[in-house]
């Protein structure tokens, strides 16, 4: 290296790391203990799922596409059935649709609930991580009991959805709220209050109304910045246009703002999964959709607990989809944290990502650059074997 | 401004009981809800193919014995299985069901989980003329 170069510092961290859960790599450059820079790179979790989905009739491919997320797996599936209802003509009775609005806000819930746990647990308070994952079960099984499993719901079929609220189930849904609010209460008086914590979020990481737009953040990342969006208040699908739910947004932009903004927003859902139960619609459960869906192609947008979920969907006008794309909201929140990290200290970077409340397995798309005067390569399996064998020789 | 805003969280902890249960020994029941084995009844069924069909594990096969008679076996690959219950939607007839009371499944072999629903005499008259499956018949998807 040349003496004159300014020298660089780089810390990298991951892809297998153990304080990441989920493997990234980071790479941020260092002046002391000061960020100056910050790269991303992602890709280690592909899985193939959109190629997947052509190789699969219509209804196998909601099991698929649920599987996209382990923790909003409602939300992709609702996604990617509204879309092909959309292109079916067909309309899922209102019950139905009731019904997805209350799973979709229950499981808003317990994700909110585990990013406020791993958030804390990043910023050395453990205590409130471990607080907050017992009152999580709470909710894990209410929608066990609801729908028959804690992770994988499968409560969607194409034309509508499997389960049915009885009264019992309901009176169960408003006791847990019940008690969940209680608790969320404390936990909001804990985040805002406490001096030890306060001082790990507090103008750490801020982010401008202006830069959140510029830098395309979604959700709970961008309403911390004052950003009103929201495709429950914008695009109402679903029953969101009978059950309206208020947007709750902070102009604070820091770490602090978004404890705020989360756990301000599942206030709202207990309150909407109230009206849900005691305003729930009567009608059958399933409206019927053929088993070739006519040929045309759709986008169908729907509001993940971390922001904007956004699916393309293109009928051939067989069983099977031609193509079916999927835009998760962490991989739009990613570009905020190489801006905004810098200027921060390193030991703020684990609070920093766990602040856009990442999901690595939802971002990991393939995208194929045109560049001119290259021209496309086709591999075969073989080929690809063998240049992978070499790579690592 | 406060200090320690979690204590009196821990403090109140002090005096509960732990809410570990001892598994093997003491079992919390399932939701009545819950997505375990799936189950078929030979009754109603026409050979349709809906559940193979619709299947997005490829978990399940239907073995036709005599079509005219409608007389099929379920074979279920129960280690494929992902348990989301499309197959009992998808079943006209009323042929499947899930049990919520069977969740305990592992086994220390592949073998265990190719499991053959039907009819006494079908069942008979399939294995007599075919080998048990062998555990690796399960990848060839």
């Known amino acids: 290296m ?285 409206a019927k959709v053929p088993r070739r869906i006519p040929a045309g192609e759709t986008i169908s947008r729907v509001e993940a607990p971390r922001g904007e979920l956004f699916y393309y969907i293109k009928s051939g006008g067989g069983d099977r989809p031609e193509r079916v794309k999927s835009r998760t909201p962490s991989l739009c929140n990613w570009s905020t944290i190489s801006t905004v990290a810098v200027g921060h200290k390193l030991a703020d970077m684990p609070m920093l990502l766990a602040g856009i409340d990442p999901c690595f397995s939802c971002n990991d798309r393939m995208i194929q650059i045109r560049r001119k005067g290259h021209e496309d390569q086709l591999w075969t399996w073989e080929q690809l074997r063998r240049y992978g064998i070499e790579y690592y020789r | 401004m406060t200090i320690g805003s979690m204590i009196g969280d821990i403090v109140e902890s002090l005096f509960k009981k732990p809410v570990t249960q001892q598994y093997p020994f003491e079992r919390k029941e399932a939701p009545e809800r819950f997505r375990g084995r799936v189950h078929y009844e030979p009754g109603g069924c026409t050979g349709c193919q809906l559940c193979v069909k619709d299947c997005p594990a490829y978990a399940l096969e239907l073995i036709t014995i005599d079509k005219a008679a409608k007389r099929f076996v379920m074979r279920y690959h129960m280690d494929r299985c992902v348990y989301c219950g499309q197959c009992v939607i998808s079943c006209r007839f009323s042929s499947l069901r ?31 003329t075919e080998a048990e499956p062998e555990p690796d018949a399960c990848r060839n998807v």
């Open chain 1, 2 to 286: 040349e003496a004159k170069e300014p020298k660089k510092f780089i810390v990298p961290i991951g892809p297998q790391h153990p304080a990441l859960k989920e493997p990234g790599h980071f790479e941020f450059s260092v002046d002391g203990e000061i960020v100056t820079g910050a790269s991303i790179r992602l890709g280690y979790v592909h899985r193939g799922i959109e190629k997947g989905t052509e190789q699969r009739n219509w209804i196998q491919n909601i099991y698929l596409l649920e599987r996209v997320c382990g923790i909003c797996s409602h939300v992709h599936a609702m996604a990617y059935t509204l879309g092909v209802e959309k292109l079916a003509g067909v309309t899922a009775p209102p019950r139905a649709q009731a019904i997805r609005e209350l799973v979709a806000e229950l499981e808003r819930i317990h994700s909110h609930m585990l990013w406020l746990g791993v958030a804390a647990h990043e910023g050395g308070f453990d205590t409130l991580f471990m607080y907050s994952w017992r009152d999580r079960e709470v909710v894990m099984d209410l929608l066990e009991s609801l729908t028959g499993n804690r992770v994988h719901y499968s409560t969607n079929v194409l034309g509508g959805v499997k389960i049915d609220v009885t009264p019992e189930l309901a009176d169960t849904i408003r006791k847990g709220c019940d008690f969940l609010e209680e608790r969320l209460q404390h936990y909001l008086r804990v985040v805002t209050t406490d001096e030890t914590f306060l001082a790990r979020t507090r103008g750490v990481g801020p982010m401008t109304l202006e830069q959140a737009e510029l830098l395309g953040a979604v959700g709970p990342t961008a309403r911390a910045s004052g950003v009103t969006r929201d495709i429950r208040i914008d695009a109402p699908y679903a029953s969101y246009a009978e059950f309206p739910v208020t947007v709750v947004t902070d102009n604070g932009g820091d770490l602090t703002a978004r404890f705020v903004v989360r756990i301000k927003e599942l206030f709202e859902s207990c309150r909407v999964i109230r009206q849900i139960l005691d305003n729930m619609p009567e009608s059958e459960l399933v």
């Open chain 2, 98 to 128: 899930m049990a919520h009371d069977e969740w305990e499944l592992a086994a220390t072999s592949r073998s265990p989980f190719v499991i053959d629903y039907g009819l006494p005499e079908d069942l008979a008259t399939l294995h007599g």
